[in-house]
DNA sequence: CTTGGTATTGGACATTGTCCTATATCAGCT
DNA sequence: AGCTGATATAGGACAATGTCCAATACCAAG
């Protein structure tokens, strides 16, 4: 074989992520992933030591996902705010069976170490996005402790939509839930929208 | 010793709440709980064959807190409404390490059936109880898509605000940060209260 | 004091994540 | 070509886990 260690560790990663979005983060062991790629359980170790390593690395593929697909700098419409959660829903679903289990994700210490971080710039993503919006004059001006509640609520909604959507598992996720939820963070937000941040917020949803 | 079946039930299920919600549900096992009651593992798989029926028994607990805590019947006012997740949010907290993980916990084949109807019924409640608040002229006059969408907002932040939370390690959930949440429902509820709606609410986080 | 059900022990089993040593494979050098 | 060192894979071990089962202890009723 040719196959280098890149090729062999994304195969290994490729197939988790297959594995553990259909059945399920604990239910998808080493052994499972090995036996699918035709290789011993061991190998998959001498590329991925425990499975928090794996873990980490396919929630570092997320976050590389984020930062290739989801613009950044400065805000300047309710429209193009929204657009952005889209992006960043989408790219939930791809790793669904990360995602829904985020508070057992976060429980390997590593992660809990690497994401303490990128947890505060999240929110703080959100206020500084929400600010922008306001200077922009796409919405009103709201006192400090408005913005942090609107910034939480927002994180919640954007961080557990797919935990709350698998409870109904009758209904798969798709882009029609997806985009029930896109609407609840729009109707979170469109309260304290000026006229012309409402006439934004409508556009996001014209399809 | 003379204990009975129950009260031996009762020790395995009080303990087994104390370390799940201390070390989180998947790092307790019957191993630790008996031995933290000086039993043999074998013993608790005599009164919990499996730690399904264990979390279930838990889950069953809450319920029962629920339903015994948690007025039912007609809701008359904003702050009656409120006041009912209030109570709810409390009872969360006592069951903290299952709430937390309540995407896992509905893993349980036997817990996604039993709650599979639970949770239907609980987004009718809530569905009901904002059609309750507007035949009391609390809430205004709202479309069934707008109520859909309350219902699901407020499912989604009663649900996963403990998860969040635990998000965010630095800061243990006590009354404080459960009443941010509980402002959060407020939040949502505001924008479509009537005058009298949002005096109700404000009552209801007069301290 | 026997008896029958309840409670508890002690140990087995399969499965899991992890680890370690031996072997295979291959690229680069002489 | 043949050696060599690093990389890759196999094979099997280990401890811990959930689960199960047979043997024993206990205990209340007859």
Not at 1 to 23: F, G
Not at 24 to 43: F, S
Request: include cysteine; hydrophobic fraction near 40%; charge should be positive.
């Amino acid at each position: 074989m040719s196959n280098t260690k890149q090729d062999t560790a994304t195969r290994i990663l490729d197939r988790a992520l297959a594995l553990i979005n259909t059945r399920g983060l604990m239910d998808v062991g080493i052994r499972e992933v090995a036996k699918d790629l035709g290789m011993r359980p061991g190998n998959v170790t001498y590329y991925f030591p425990t499975k928090e390593h794996l873990v980490l690395a396919l929630m570092e593929r997320l976050r590389s996902l984020n930062a290739s697909t989801v613009p950044t700098g400065e805000v300047r419409s309710v429209k193009e705010f929204l657009d952005r959660y889209r992006q960043m829903f989408r790219n939930q679903t791809a790793f669904v069976g990360l995602v829904v289990n985020m508070v057992n994700v976060m429980r390997y210490p590593s992660l809990a170490r690497t994401y303490r971080t990128i947890e505060i710039e999240r929110m703080g993503a959100i206020t500084q996005a929400i600010s922008e919006l306001v200077a922009q004059g796409q919405l009103k001006h709201i006192s400090d402790v408005r913005i942090a509640r609107l910034t939480s609520t927002i994180s919640l909604v954007s961080r557990f939509w797919t935990s709350e959507a698998s409870l109904h598992p009758e209904q798969k996720i798709n882009d029609a839930v997806m985009e029930h939820y896109m609407r609840l963070l729009a109707t979170a937000l469109k309260p304290v929208c000026t006229k012309a941040g409402r006439k934004s917020l409508k556009e996001a949803f014209a399809s």
